[in-house]
T-cell receptor, first 114, second 116 residues
Framework: AQSVTQLGSHVSVSEGALVLLRCNYS??????LFWYVQYPNQGLQLLLK??????LVKGINGFEAEFKKSETSFHLTKPSAHMSDAAEYFC????????????FGTGTRLTIIP | DGGITQSPKYLFRKEGQNVTLSCEQN?????MYWYRQDPGQGLRLIYY???????QKGDIAEGYSVSREKKESFPLTVTSAQKNPTAFYLC???????????????FGDGTRLSIL
């Protein structure tokens, strides 16, 4: 079974600083990977996804993530944090076969310090 | 605009009462999902449906029931057997070929259920 681990349930960065949110996966084969963002009392919005094409994936709002098979990682980064980035971020994994379920990490709450 | 509508936004349940959460989508998606979200636990799958008139249990189905009579609708009933129903419930849908799993899920804005 696949799983995903998000290191750090809370991350704080200063406005303008680098954002790095960590995600490591466990899977029997290279999986599909997703990052979602959730603002308070809202649903999840897709930031980006990796589906076995380019290993560096660019998403919305200036975020990007790199799939590293050797490290089983899919960390989310943004060069310069903005106040509007404050939210909860979820990494999710799915096996690359039909009818597989999506498995979510426990989330990382990002706080931006003015 | 196409999307997923969940209602109500907030819901209160009395002891011993069943309540039904609504989820409607106009994205023409075949698959629909219900998740429960608790602080620090991420999202856990309750039920999912890949086609009309068919659905499967997820990881935490006990105390819940669903139906899928129409492609657009996937209501979730929280029964009195669910002893700890207080949570944020999210509905999602997905348009996918049965041979692929690379499509993202689209989410509604959730229903927050509380016990009176």
């Amino acid at each position: 079974a696949q799983s995903v681990t998000q290191l750090g349930s809370h991350v704080s960065v200063s406005e303008g600083a680098l954002v790095l949110l960590r995600c490591n996966y466990s899977s029997s084969v290279p999986p599909y990977l997703f990052w979602y963002v959730q603002y308070p009392n809202q649903g999840l919005q897709l930031l980006l996804k990796y589906t076995s094409a380019a290993t560096l994936v660019k998403g919305i709002n200036g975020f990007e993530a790199e799939f590293k098979k050797s490290e089983t990682s899919f960390h989310l980064t943004k060069p310069s944090a903005h106040m509007s980035d404050a939210a909860e971020y979820f990494c999710a994994v799915r096996l690359p076969f039909g009818n597989e379920k999506l498995t979510f990490g426990t989330g990382t709450r990002l706080t931006i310090i003015p | 605009d196409g999307g997923i509508t969940q209602s109500p936004k907030y819901l209160f349940r009395k002891e011993g009462q069943n309540v039904t959460l609504s989820c409607e989508q106009n994205l023409n998606h075949d698959a629909m999902y219900w998740y429960r979200q608790d602080p620090g636990q991420g999202l856990r799958l309750i039920y999912y449906s890949q086609i009309v008139n068919d659905f499967q249990k997820g990881d935490i189905a006990e105390g819940y029931s669903v139906s899928r009579e129409k492609k657009e609708s996937f209501p979730l009933t929280v029964t009195s057997a669910q002893k700890n129903p207080t949570a944020f419930y999210l509905c999602a849908s997905e348009g996918r070929d049965s041979s692929q799993s690379n499509q993202p899920q689209h989410f509604g804005d959730g229903t927050r259920l509380s016990i009176l």
